[in-house]
């Protein structure tokens, strides 16, 4: 038995969607990520530099992207 043929035996191939598919919803979260993450810098900033309230709407506007992105990571899994 080679070890091609073990792994084969060991570990059964699972359903996975193509890699066009999976490409683009890997680019499309990780921009969400990206705008989640800079978002969550600038309000945090705006929270607490400037006004409070003002950074605090920042931050859940930019959590919108991250319920987003954790839908599309749900959704193709």
Not at 38 to 45: E, L, N, R
Not at 58 to 67: A, E, H
Request: glycine share 6%; proline share 1%.
């Amino acid at each position: 038995m080679t070890d091609n043929e073990i792994t084969k035996t060991e570990f059964p191939e699972r359903h996975r969607r193509n890699e066009q598919e999976r490409d683009i919803t890997t680019l499309m979260r990780q921009w969400l990520n990206i705008i989640f993450m800079i978002g969550a810098i600038v309000g945090m900033c705006v929270y607490f530099f400037a006004e409070e309230r003002v950074g605090t709407y920042i931050i859940l506007g930019s959590m919108v992207f991250k319920i987003v992105e954790c839908a599309l990571r749900f959704m193709h899994r």
